[in-house]
Structures are given as C-alpha cells and as structure tokens.
C-alpha cells in the first residue's frame, strides 16, 4: 500500500499536478511512510522538490545532487549603501578560492578545520541555477521579541548566501545511481557519512562566500545568525527523513527565499511530524527555466531583468540565466508564508527586501547593437 500524502497548501496556491503526481510516486516507493508536500512544491527530476519524505528505507535520489544545499543569513554593517556602488565591489564568486591560511576570508571561515571530504573544486563559488549571494535590507519586523534575540531590527543589512555542496553532492548521488539507479543505498551507513560531509562542506562554502563579500564591501565577517540546509536526509525515529527543497522546521530560525524582484522572509518553524518536521525552502519555481527563458525573451530586455521592482541591482552576466532566474517565473512568496502560517507551521519574524543580489559575474562589456532585443531573441 502507498505511504499518506499531505499537502500543506491553500485553495489559492498553484500547485502543478505534475509535483503532486510526483508525490504519490514517491509515496508507492517500498518502505515509505509519509509524504508532506510544502506550499512551494513544484516537479522535479524524479521526485518532487519542496517535499518531506519519511521512510524505512533510504533513496539517495529523493535528496538529490546538491546535497548540503541550504541558506544562510549574515549580518553586516556598512555605510551608505547605494546599490551601484557595492554591485560594483561584488568579488567574481565563480573563481575558487584555494584555502591558504593568510587569506582572510578563509581563515575566518575554515576556524582552522580542513575541507570536508578534501574536496576542493569550486570552493568558495556560488554555482548556477537558483543559488545566490544578496545583500538585503531588513524591511519589516514581524515579531518583534524574537527578530531582538537574532539580533535584527528594521533597516539593518544582511548578507543571504543560497547554495550547496557543488560539485561534491554531484559525485556522492552519481556513485550511487551509477551502480543502483534510483533504489535504496546499499549501504546506508557508507552514503550518511558521504552525505554528512557535504552537509558540512555546503555550510563552510556559505561562510566563505559571506565572508569574500564582506570583506569586499569593506565590513568584517560575521558567523551566520541563520544556517539551515533543505537538501538533506535525517535519522528519525528509526526512519529516513528526505528533505529535497524544504528546510528543517522542528523549531529553527528558517530564511524563506522570496526572489531577487520580491522580499524574503525570515521564520520561526514550529512542524511537527504531519509536515515531516519540515517548512517550504523558497517562493518555489511555477515556470520550467525552458519556459520562462522563451517567456521572458519575448517580453523583456537583459537591462529591465538587471534592476528589479524593488529598486534593487543584479549582478548576473548570464543572459540565459537571467531570464531564467525571473521573477515571474516563480510562485508569490507572500502566498508561500501565508499557507505555513494557516497551517500553523511557522510564524514569521522579519523581512528581507534585496539591494543587490549576485547570481555570477557581469561580463565585459558588448559593442553596441543596432536591435539588442532582437539579438537576442534570435537562436
């Protein structure tokens, strides 16, 4: 028999039915217990993404490539922040930094601990896809007592690091699914320990590329006051707890990513085994990148995508990812939040709105084109 599916979003949340498909797959799977699908559920490559999936046995699959994934917040204090001048003073975070003990931004984050696992390939990097270092602003405050025990209060900056393991998760999943495909772990214990140093290595490369961005907007690194990764499988209980796309929310502080056009929200998790201890990671994506790149061509220039609604700035000299990376193509956060809430899952506590958001190094400067929109929107 399947394993129960709950689905912890509104009437008003557009959910494909594709995600949910997907759900019910996972949940026909030998050994599963219990499938939560979170408010930012959408499909993923064989198995859901924005899901908790709790079972007696462990599928290296349902967490993914990009173990480790996750996000963490850091304070920082700077003067006079215009969005221009600090987009300009963003390190190129797709250059690896070789750890050296006379680099500050290594020292501080590494506490003299080696690389987990040794690996050192595109350290210090931030990746593609949806992973992104922002500098935000805190906009609002939603409770007032416990955004003072995290140290924010309103119109103070921080610094949002969004990305995994890299290329090490990579290698760990294809180890697996290159001998078993997508069935359980031979053995169990041999993949957690893999698994457990990207974890670590995930976390390390966030405070690396937090501190590289201090340092390079002129204020000291800080350690995180929010680091929790959404990419993950847990021991609980006696089963596996798979979280692909959702974070840990067994009473953590959460950031929850709206997108680089529209705020993020700062939460206190409070799920309890029903949503497999777990909250949404972000706004969630309801466009395919094949879809919202064509969409996107045909209704916006590189330069509208490069300076957002908000005011704020995007550093990205990937045409396709920019497009790709849209706003538009992803769900509103604000319905995200509220769904958790009305399922009492988690209480916000503070809001983030962008200043400026790194997704990869701008790229020099092109000679000027007759048609720039119609450049390229050709093949």
């Not at 799977?29 to 979170?38: E, F, K, N, P, Y």
Request: glycine share 10%; proline share 7%; net charge neutral.
């Amino acid at each position: 028999m399947s394993a129960s599916v709950s689905l912890f979003a509104s009437e008003n949340s557009w959910i494909e039915t594709d995600a949910v498909a997907q759900c019910h797959h996972v949940a026909a799977l030998d050994g599963m217990v219990h499938v939560a699908g979170m408010p930012d559920l959408h499909p993923g490559k064989g198995a859901p993404i924005g899901a908790a999936m709790r079972s007696s046995v462990l599928y290296p699959f349902l967490v993914g490539s990009d173990i480790g994934c996750g996000i963490a917040v850091f304070p920082i204090a700077l003067k006079k922040p215009s969005p221009d001048r600090l987009a300009a003073r963003f390190p190129d975070l797709d250059v690896p930094l070789a750890p050296d003990a006379d680099d500050p931004a290594w020292a501080f984050a590494s506490r003299g601990k080696p690389v987990p696992a040794g690996y050192m390939e595109g350290l210090g990097t931030v990746g593609r896809g949806n992973h992104f270092v922002e500098l935000a602003r805190i906009g609002s405050i939603e409770d007032g007592a416990h955004a003072e025990r995290l140290g924010l209060a309103a119109g103070a900056l921080v610094l949002i690091v969004h990305s995994g393991s890299r290329g090490l998760g990579e290698r760990i999943l294809r180890a697996h699914t290159e001998v078993h495909g997508a069935g359980p772990a031979a053995d169990p214990p041999a993949y957690l320990a893999a698994h457990d140093d990207a974890v670590r290595w995930g976390s390390l490369n966030r405070r690396l590329l937090a501190a590289r961005v201090a340092l390079a907007l002129g204020a000291e690194p800080v350690e995180p006051i929010v680091d929790e990764c959404h990419n993950l499988v847990e021991v609980r209980d006696g089963h596996y707890l798979h979280r692909k796309g959702a974070a840990p929310g067994d009473g953590r502080d959460v950031l929850i990513a709206g997108t680089r056009g529209t705020p993020s929200y700062v939460v206190a998790a409070h799920a309890g085994a029903d949503a497999g201890w777990s909250v949404a990671h972000g706004a969630g994506r309801k466009m395919s990148r094949a879809d919202a790149l064509r969409r996107g061509r045909a209704k916006h220039t590189v330069e509208e995508l490069r300076r957002t609604p908000v005011g704020s700035l995007v550093v990205c000299g990937d045409r396709q990812l920019l497009f790709e990376e849209a706003p538009t193509a992803y769900k509103r956060i604000e319905q995200v939040i509220a769904d958790l809430v009305a399922h009492g899952l988690a209480t916000p506590v503070a809001v983030t709105v962008p200043v400026v958001t790194y997704k990869t190094a701008d790229q020099p400067a092109e000679a000027p084109k007759r048609d720039r929109r119609r450049s390229w929107a050709r093949p």
